[in-house]
């Protein structure tokens, strides 16, 4: 089975199944497992955002989707040059991937001269859904064991990390620090998940722009900054340069969200486990969140 993966999300879960090997395509952004993009051809390219700010980053999305500009590049020739048999693509946010759309568009071209691969859009909106893509993911591979194995462990885990004493909590997510935004999709799910209470959160929806008044209204014990594509360091300063804006009654800490809570993947469990260490009064695992304040 030959696989392409136009998100980090989808390579993480074919590689958790066991079928990495298969893989034959992914994206610039790829980096689970470690290494991926220096054996495997990248068919998506994207936006640069080195040594810019968080409020540069956000222009530069604001201008580039009222221009209706692509942020995203779908290689046809390294696609067509890939041959796959399945192509895992999204349709649920055209700022964190490639949109299937795209794909779509591609594949008019392609079926001309020969390229039937199967299109398959992930698109979870709540944590249980993620799990579920992973057997979606799972069927469409042949790896449907693989993945029964895989969502069994996880629903196991996720019990497991109800039990750990953070129920009552009340805990801010921040998506994002200039300007604030409130975290949405399945990120309130992961608090919630831990046994705590989300604060200012929109499971399901779209994360959202709020103010920092709304979060001091708010009054949450606990705020969690995780920048959606940025791992611990940038979390980390971001959290410092955001400090004196936040409850100063508030516990903060920062999380790698890269890796942990805005990609849909198997690790919004762990992310779960971590979170729910920290508000119980345990210690997380220091490479994935660290108390700031």
């Not at 540069?56 to 692509?70: H, K, N, Q, W, Y």
């Not at 944590?127 to 042949?142: K, N, P, R, S």
């Not at 790896?143 to 909590?169: H, K, V, W």
């Amino acid at each position: 089975m030959r696989i392409a993966s136009l998100l980090p999300s989808a390579t993480e879960i074919v590689a958790a199944l066991g079928r990495a090997d298969g893989l034959v395509g992914v994206t610039f952004e790829c980096d689970t497992p470690a290494g991926i993009t220096e054996h495997c051809p990248v068919i998506v390219h994207g936006l640069t955002t080195t040594d810019k700010t968080a409020a540069e980053i956000d222009t530069m999305v604001r201008e580039l989707a009222a221009s209706g500009a692509p942020m995203y590049h779908l290689d046809e020739r390294a696609l067509t040059q890939a041959a796959p048999d399945v192509i895992l693509t999204q349709d649920l946010c055209r700022v964190c991937a490639l949109p299937a759309g795209d794909v779509d568009a591609a594949m008019t071209h392609l079926n001309q001269i020969g390229c039937n691969a199967q299109v398959i859009s992930l698109d979870p909106h709540r944590l249980g859904e993620v799990i579920d893509t992973i057997t979606t993911v799972g069927e469409a591979i042949g790896a449907s064991d693989e993945a029964r194995a895989l969502t069994t462990e996880l629903f196991a885990q996720l019990r497991a990390a109800q039990t750990n004493g953070a129920a009552g909590r009340r805990a801010f997510i921040l998506e994002w620090p200039d300007p604030p935004f409130l975290a949405g999709h399945w990120v309130p799910d992961l608090i919630t998940a831990a046994g705590a209470d989300a604060v200012l959160a929109a499971p399901g929806e779209r994360s959202v722009e709020t103010t920092w008044d709304a979060i001091s209204a708010a009054d949450p014990e606990v705020v969690i900054v995780a920048p959606c594509g940025f791992g611990l360091n940038d979390a980390v300063s971001m959290a410092t340069d955001a400090l004196p804006l936040l409850p100063s009654s508030a516990e903060v800490w920062a999380i790698d969200a890269n890796g942990y809570t805005v990609r849909p993947g198997p690790r919004l469990v762990d992310a779960v486990t971590q979170i729910g260490r920290a508000l119980s009064g345990a210690d997380p695992d220091p490479e994935i969140m660290v108390r700031i304040r």
